[in-house]
């Protein structure tokens, strides 16, 4: 007898409910999400399973109760919350939720609808390993961004010359130029020979002379601060420079680390195969493609996870193609990246997008789809465990034969 388990998942406590093939409720309770309730769980779910086989529904595909239920042994089938949203009407007409009720909602969402859902496959450690580390890294460079542009607006708030003299702000000798001369009246006696000193004890790369560094920092619009309010920006400045800097630190071992790590793959030195994809962002796609071959038996399947093929909404007279919003972000943003710098190194690459583009159809557009036709590419590759050859890429071979 199979035995159905809606567990409906909590930053505290957890409702659990069990259900029979015929939807009778066996036992329903709540845990809490520590040391004890995880114990308790198990050992609740081990009677059960002494005389059944179950499957365990839950709305979350990670996280330290997934990791428990899969130690243990037992069979776990993600439901997308959107999922479980769309079905409560079926349950509760006056709209009603409870954590129970959300619990029962999934065993029982399992028991008649199980066919629906793939259960979890767990990936290997080291994809696990990988896809943490550049998740992490993907968010250090958001808050990186995110940092950038609060010291950018707080100098054009009194200091606008700070902000420009150099190229990237959040660069290395950006960030050591504004601890040593926060505020303007720190920089009042800077001329060419100091200037000169400081550019040469940080290496400047000297991409601009220094008279037109020197230009753009006088150029720029004067602040009006008191001197108390002048001072107290130019600490915040310090403050932000001092992090940035750390972060920045950081995100460059991080970088060395991934790179490393995806050219010791199989997995990671097919995917760098591909045209000017880059040791990154070959770690960003193979992060969200991970190990499981079944969970996209076809490219179709990945091209929907990865935001690339639009949604079709169609009903008598009604037809409309547009944008897929529910997908995999993270794999989007990795795929289309290495979509627009493909076009710069594969001249099938290159031609496909020309051609989008001359139908009118504007850059973000045609880098999607060239992404989808790169993922037809991909995906094989990917299922056969075999490295990208251009020629036998049949679309791309007659472009690589000379005329």
Same mark, same amino acid.
């Given at each position: 007898?199979?035995?159905?388990?809606?567990?409906?998942?909590?930053?505290?406590?957890?409702?659990?409910? %069990?259900?029979?093939?015929?939807?009778?409720? /066996?036992?329903?309770?709540? !845990?809490?999400?520590?040391?004890?309730?995880?114990?308790?769980?198990?050992?609740?779910?081990?009677?059960?399973? %002494?005389?059944?086989?179950?499957?365990?529904?839950?709305?979350?595909?990670?996280?330290?109760?997934?990791?428990?239920?899969?130690?243990?042994?037992?069979?776990?089938?993600?439901? =997308?919350?959107?999922?479980?949203?769309?079905?409560?009407?079926?349950?509760?007409?006056?709209?009603?939720?409870?954590?129970?009720?959300?619990?029962?909602?999934? %065993?029982?969402?399992?028991?008649?609808?199980?066919?629906?859902?793939?259960?979890?496959?767990?990936?290997?450690?080291?994809?696990?390993?990988?896809?943490?580390?550049?998740?992490?890294?993907?968010?250090?460079?958001?808050?990186?961004?995110?940092?950038?542009?609060?010291?950018? &607006? /707080?100098?054009?708030?009194?200091? %606008? +010359?700070?902000?420009?003299?150099?190229?990237?702000?959040?660069?290395?000798?950006? /960030?050591?130029?504004?601890?040593?001369? $926060?505020?303007?009246?720190? @920089?009042?006696?800077?001329?060419?020979?100091?200037?000169?000193?400081?550019?040469?004890?940080?290496?400047?790369?000297?991409? *601009? $002379?220094?008279?037109?560094?020197?230009?753009?920092?006088?150029? @720029?619009?004067?602040?009006?601060?008191? $001197?108390?309010?002048?001072?107290?920006?130019?600490? #915040?400045?310090?403050?932000?420079?001092?992090? #940035?800097?750390?972060?920045?630190?950081?995100?460059?071992?991080?970088?060395?680390?991934?790179? =490393?790590? !995806?050219?010791?793959?199989?997995?990671?030195? =097919?995917?760098?195969?591909?045209? *000017?994809? +880059?040791?990154?962002?070959?770690?960003?796609?193979?992060?969200? /493609?991970?190990?499981?071959?079944?969970?996209?038996?076809?490219?179709? @399947? #990945?091209?929907?996870?990865? +935001?690339?093929?639009?949604?079709?909404?169609?009903?008598?007279?009604? =037809?409309?193609?547009?944008?897929?919003?529910?997908?995999?972000?993270?794999?989007?943003?990795?795929?289309?990246?290495?979509?627009?710098?493909?076009?710069?190194?594969?001249?099938?690459?290159?031609?496909?997008? &020309?051609?989008?583009?001359?139908?009118?159809?504007?850059?973000?557009?045609? !880098?999607?789809?060239? +992404?989808?036709?790169?993922?037809?590419?991909?995906?094989?590759?990917? !299922?056969?465990?075999?490295?990208?050859? $251009?020629?036998?890429?049949?679309?791309?071979?007659?472009? #690589?034969?000379?005329?």
């Amino acid at each position: 007898m199979r035995i159905y388990i809606g567990l409906d998942w909590g930053s505290q406590q957890h409702a659990v409910c %069990a259900l029979d093939a015929q939807g009778q409720r /066996l036992t329903q309770f709540m !845990i809490g999400h520590d040391r004890a309730g995880l114990a308790e769980l198990r050992q609740r779910l081990a009677k059960i399973s %002494a005389s059944s086989e179950i499957s365990v529904a839950i709305e979350r595909p990670t996280g330290l109760l997934v990791d428990t239920l899969v130690e243990a042994g037992y069979t776990v089938v993600p439901i =997308h919350p959107n999922t479980v949203k769309a079905t409560r009407p079926r349950y509760h007409i006056a709209g009603g939720k409870t954590d129970s009720s959300d619990a029962f909602l999934l %065993a029982d969402l399992l028991r008649t609808d199980g066919h629906r859902f793939h259960p979890l496959t767990p990936e290997s450690d080291a994809i696990k390993a990988l896809r943490a580390w550049v998740r992490t890294r993907d968010d250090l460079v958001a808050a990186r961004l995110a940092l950038a542009n609060q010291l950018r &607006a /707080l100098l054009d708030s009194f200091w %606008a +010359g700070a902000s420009v003299i150099f190229a990237d702000l959040d660069s290395p000798i950006a /960030l050591a130029f504004l601890s040593r001369y $926060p505020t303007p009246s720190s @920089a009042a006696h800077l001329g060419e020979k100091r200037l000169a000193s400081f550019l040469a004890q940080h290496h400047y790369c000297g991409r *601009r $002379p220094l008279p037109e560094l020197l230009a753009r920092l006088k150029g @720029a619009p004067c602040g009006h601060c008191g $001197p108390l309010e002048s001072e107290a920006k130019g600490e #915040l400045v310090r403050s932000l420079a001092a992090v #940035l800097s750390t972060l920045l630190e950081q995100l460059k071992q991080l970088t060395a680390r991934i790179e =490393h790590e !995806i050219a010791s793959l199989e997995d990671g030195q =097919h995917l760098m195969s591909f045209p *000017r994809i +880059g040791r990154v962002n070959a770690a960003q796609l193979l992060a969200e /493609l991970g190990s499981v071959r079944e969970r996209f038996p076809t490219d179709a @399947a #990945l091209a929907g996870e990865a +935001g690339v093929s639009p949604v079709t909404r169609q009903s008598g007279k009604s =037809h409309a193609v547009v944008f897929r919003w529910a997908c995999n972000k993270r794999l989007r943003a990795a795929l289309t990246t290495f979509a627009d710098n493909s076009r710069h190194a594969s001249p099938w690459a290159a031609s496909l997008y &020309a051609k989008a583009r001359a139908r009118g159809i504007d850059h973000p557009h045609a !880098i999607r789809i060239l +992404g989808r036709a790169w993922l037809r590419v991909i995906w094989r590759t990917w !299922i056969d465990h075999k490295p990208y050859d $251009p020629t036998k890429h049949r679309n791309a071979v007659p472009l #690589l034969t000379p005329a």
